[in-house]
Antibody
Framework: QLQLQESGPGLVKPSETLSLTCIVS??????????WGWIRQPPGKGLEWIGS???????YYNPSLKSRVTVSVDTSKNQFSLKLSSVTAADTAVYYC????????????WGQGNMVTVSS | DIQMTQSPSTLSASVGDRVTITCRAS??????LAWYQQKPGRAPKLLIY???SLESGVPSRFSGSGSGTEFTLTINSLQPDDFATYSC??????????FGQGTKLEIK
């Protein structure tokens, strides 16, 4: 059974970098059929796609966040990571990692989510 | 960029009702659309992909239809467990607004 688990701090100071990791179990992150994505959801608002990565390192980013986002993958640890720089209160959200089809990129497995608050 | 618009934002219904939620794309996305259900404090759950294909394990009272720019999610005979927020996602192309803004289905 595939499982994804986000980990990282729940509180980040303004202007600093938010860092989260998603550990994948029950499947290899090196599967040729999937991308691995990050999605966030501000309190009381809708879902926002952040970026996605293939095991080879190929990435897609939301253009509205691209200048601040880095998604990376570590196949040896079966995990992938998100870094979001220069955060503000507007980046306060629940951050989800999810598996995304390579050819049909909907999200079929999700992590439980990691609430990140940006505050001094 | 493709934008997704859901309606209504909130929907009140009773157990046993049949409800329909609409998702419109700003340009044709063929049938590259997914629907998700999300309950408070939980991650979204995939219900439907390719506009009308039911994900494994999802009850048959859920159905999806549409193509091009207009899509619907229909829930027949609402159950207490169905009261949640529903979101659509287009996956024709990577786009900033790949998800709709969500429809909250609440008990009347």
């Amino acid at each position: 059974q595939l499982q994804l688990q986000e980990s990282g701090p729940g509180l980040v100071k303004p202007s600093e970098t938010l860092s989260l990791t998603c550990i994948v179990s029950g499947d290899s992150i090196s599967s040729s059929n999937y991308y691995w994505g990050w999605i966030r959801q501000p309190p009381g608002k809708g879902l926002e796609w952040i970026g996605s990565i293939y095991y080879s390192g190929s990435t897609y980013y939301n253009p509205s966040l691209k200048s601040r986002v880095t998604v990376s993958v570590d196949t040896s640890k079966n995990q992938f990571s998100l870094k979001l720089s220069s955060v503000t209160a507007a980046d306060t959200a629940v951050y989800y990692c999810a598996r995304q089809g390579r050819w049909f990129p909907y999200f079929d497995y999700w992590g439980q989510g990691n609430m990140v608050t940006v505050s001094s | 960029d493709i934008q997704m618009t859901q309606s209504p934002s909130t929907l009140s219904a009773s157990v046993g009702d049949r409800v329909t939620i609409t998702c419109r794309a700003s340009q044709s996305i063929s049938n590259w659309l997914a629907w998700y259900q999300q309950k408070p404090g939980r991650a979204p759950k995939l219900l439907i992909y390719k506009a009308s294909s039911l994900e494994s394990g999802v009850p048959s009272r859920f159905s999806g239809s549409g193509s091009g720019t207009e899509f619907t999610l229909t829930i027949n005979s609402l159950q207490p467990d169905d009261f949640a927020t529903y979101s659509c996602q287009q996956y024709k192309s990577y786009s900033p607004d790949t998800f709709g803004q969500g429809t909250k289905l609440e008990i009347k």
